[in-house]
């Protein structure tokens, strides 16, 4: 019933920065630990980073950890993946996910997703 709505993705070449935004509905957002996944073509889908209810702490993939940062707006019901120093192995569909337990690094923990926001980064 969580409605999730990605958007930011785009076409950029390597060492370029990009912001994804994810906006969620309803008024139990801050209830929810909120996550960011992406899936490459022919791999499954990988944990990006995860923000807990209030946002007091953050995980991060090793791939990922000192260049992406995640941080949530409760009274926006936002959720956003700043994307730097962009490197074409970063290439996939970006997702936002929320969680109505605990926050997660398993992608298959989170109850709800967006469509999905294309990244695409060149050489």
């Known amino acids: 019933q969580v409605q999730l709505v990605e958007s930011g993705g785009g076409l950029v070449q390597a060492g370029d920065s990009l912001r994804l935004s994810c906006a969620a509905s309803g008024r139990l957002f801050s209830t929810y630990a909120m996550g960011w996944l992406r899936q490459a073509p022919g791999k499954e889908r990988e944990f990006v980073a995860a923000?807990?209810?209030?946002?007091?702490?953050?995980y991060y993939a090793d791939s990922v950890a000192g260049r992406f940062t995640i941080a949530r707006d409760n009274a926006k019901n936002t959720v956003a993946l700043q994307l730097n120093r962009l490197k074409p192995a970063d290439t996939a569909v970006y997702y936002c996910?929320?969680?109505?337990?605990?926050?997660?690094?398993?992608?298959?923990?989170?109850?709800?997703w967006g469509q999905g926001t294309q990244v695409t980064v060149s050489s």
């Open positions: 996910a929320s969680r109505n337990r605990d926050i997660t690094t398993t992608p298959s923990e989170y109850n709800y």
């Open positions: 923000i807990s209810r209030l946002g007091g702490t953050t």
